[in-house]
């Protein structure tokens, strides 16, 4: 076998032992239970005049959890079809709870604040792609809404973490027929961070295309009074007619909500601060999970840990059936020559006792582990040799 160089040396002692890399928080993975309400207000009494406070008028029909950290209500006419949660304001309800209806204590909605906060403060911490918006003051209770975005559409773009992550740079205004479209596939998770609150007149929809509202996670920041953003939903006054469409999760602990009579919610949730919900029906996304690429990386990790756990179409790192995959990493290091002529580097699995032949699945034998400590040791006293001789 020809001899390694002392570069190639070093490359494999370092991937080794060199400290994993760390990786940013997952904006979907801190919602933790906060993430299971289809509509709730989880801001506290003193920060507006609807902190906490979760109002449903009379033809909402909503396919899930609702809660109000202070006080819930609802109209004569509306239907939930899961649970009820309160605060110390207690609840009036006209319409019909299918859950249960109960009182959280201090405790359990701080925590569920807490977990929809962090949320917001994970996504701060992304790196985005920055779209401009329109001046936050059109997202406030006492601005005039006078100019909007206009349509725009949003492909995936991920990161080292399997996420697409973009932000709106002021207030998120579409006007009536415009849309937001966001184009993905089932393994995409995209996160939109907003900073000056949102603003949807009639006609206009956020809409997704090849992924479920799950995997879109948009984050409002900041409060919804006394002239700060709010999201404003179906926002105008007015004749009926087709209210504004909106599918994703959105996640603004703070921020003040009004959505309005017609509002279509075919794949939505919203954790807000405070909720005035004159809508017909919202329809729950799936359950929230993790970006899938972030999953994977987990995975591997896992692997290196136990030994034989997670599988990998490419034979490359962590395999069910190849207990030992850093072994067969070292063992095509041996196979370069040098770092000018490399070698073919596909393995043989057909000669490769770890993967499909006697030996498979009967973990890191004692002869391999040895064998590795020797050939390591070994190469390292040859190339002090060799470079003592030059």
Known sequence: MPALSSTVISVAMGALFAPAVAHAADPFETLGVSGEYTLVALSETGSGTAGGFLQLGSAAHVYGHVGGRYRVETASGVIVEGDSHHGAGGALHGGT??????????????????????????????????????????CTTSGAATLSMGSMVLHAD???EGLSVFEIDGCLFLGAGETLLIEGSPQDRFVIRVTGGMRLERGSAIQLDGLPGSAVLFSLEGGGWAGEPTAQVTAEDGPGGVGASI??????????????????????????????????????????????????????????????????????????????????????????????????????????PGLDGESEGKGCSATALGATWFWLVGAGLLAARRRRSV
């Not at 109960?102 to 701060?124: C, F, N, P, S």
């Open 158 to 160: 991920r990161d080292d």
């Open 247 to 352: 599918s994703g999760v959105f996640v603004s602990p703070d921020m003040y909500w009004q959505l309005g009579d017609g509002t279509l919610m075919p794949d939505t949730r919203i954790l807000a601060g405070g909720v005035q919900a004159n809508i017909q029906d919202m329809h729950t996304t799936d359950p929230i999970t993790g970006s899938p690429l972030d999953d994977e990386d987990e995975d591997e990790d896992d692997c290196e840990d136990e030994g034989d756990s997670g599988t990998d179409e490419d034979d490359v790192g962590c395999v069910s059936d190849d207990p030992c995959p850093w072994w067969d990493e070292l063992i095509l290091i041996q196979e370069f020559p040098s770092a000018s002529t490399p070698a073919d580097t596909t393995k043989d699995t057909a000669s490769d």
């Open 97 to 138: 709870i299918l859950g249960s209806d109960e009182a959280l204590d201090a405790a359990a909605w701080l925590d569920l604040y807490g977990e929809a906060a962090a949320t917001v403060q994970a996504v701060r911490a992304l790196d985005a792609t920055v779209i401009s918006g329109t001046p936050t003051e059109q």
